[in-house]
């Protein structure tokens, strides 16, 4: 019998969702798509005056944590011909940065960071940013669908000032996909739930809370369906919500997540 024979999960991302559902299927599971992620707004509008002040040099510390975030701020560079003093800039600056898709983005840029997360997630840049005193310093703090309060409230705790760049504002999912994610999980109906970036966390989590349905979700998730995270950084969102079972691979990679599930229902004879 096939590991995951028997086993419904429900995909919350919006692409490759075919084959994901295939990869599902060839386990001997069943895939259905609840997409929890969200779509993207046209750039936020005060992009250019966060571009002017990063070439200005207004800020002490930038913290970039995404590599499509570093990647928009350059491209709205290159419309405003600010491409080379912004470069310039970010070569005199101190920057920190999480994840390797963000470092990645920086070095074709010629750009290298101070500060290098140790896994992937943002406890992990934290790690590394506690060495630094940022009390009364001003921050640039990039972020990209995901809030990040660990993030801001270490910058609180420690006395920063920040302002936040959005190169793209969210719109939420529809609360109508919601609405019926929530509810299949809450009666039981799904035996895994798949995350596929921490905006699809946060989605779900804060459309709990609207309905205050959080702690019986949270209890669903404890007793009954597996929350599957394709990698560390999405089950770092999960724990920080306080979903303790979290399954995830060592490599962030999306077939590597359902042979891991498949693994865990083997491991577990459920």
């Not at 692409?15 to 295939?22: A, F, G, N, Q, V």
């Not at 599971?29 to 707004?41: E, F, I, K, W, Y």
């Not at 992009?47 to 975030?69: N, P, Y």
């Amino acid at each position: 019998m096939k590991k995951l024979a028997g086993k419904k999960v429900a995909l919350l991302g919006s692409r490759k969702i075919e084959d994901i559902s295939k990869l599902v299927e060839n386990q001997g599971g069943a895939a259905v798509s609840r997409p929890a992620q969200g779509t993207l707004l046209l750039k936020d509008e005060k992009l250019q005056d966060h571009v002017e002040m990063l070439t200005e040099c207004s800020f002490d510390w930038i913290i970039f944590t995404t590599g499509i975030g570093v990647e928009t701020i350059y491209q709205t560079a290159l419309e405003m011909n600010r491409s080379d003093a912004l470069i310039s800039s970010l070569q005199k600056a101190n920057i920190a940065v999480r994840g390797y898709k963000t470092a990645n983005m920086l070095k074709k840029l010629n750009i290298i960071p101070a500060v290098r997360d140790d896994d992937g997630s943002m406890a992990g840049l934290l790690r590394e940013l506690s060495a630094y005193s940022l009390k009364g310093m001003k921050v640039a703090l990039q972020l990209h669908g995901d809030p990040a309060p660990l993030l801001k409230q270490w910058l609180e705790d420690n006395q920063a000032v920040y302002e936040e760049i959005l190169p793209y504002t969210h719109i939420p999912p529809e609360e109508k996909v919601m609405s019926l994610l929530l509810s299949e999980i809450l009666d039981g109906k799904l035996d895994s739930v798949f995350f596929t970036s921490t905006p699809q966390v946060r989605n779900l989590f804060s459309f709990a809370r609207q309905k205050n349905t959080e702690e019986q979700l949270k209890t669903c998730f404890s007793e009954k369906t597996v929350a599957l995270s394709v990698g560390k950084v999405t089950a770092q969102a999960l724990y920080e919500e306080g979903i303790i079972r979290v399954i995830f691979p060592e490599v962030e990679r999306i077939g590597s997540a359902v042979i891991e599930l498949a693994r865990y229902y083997t491991e577990e004879d459920i």
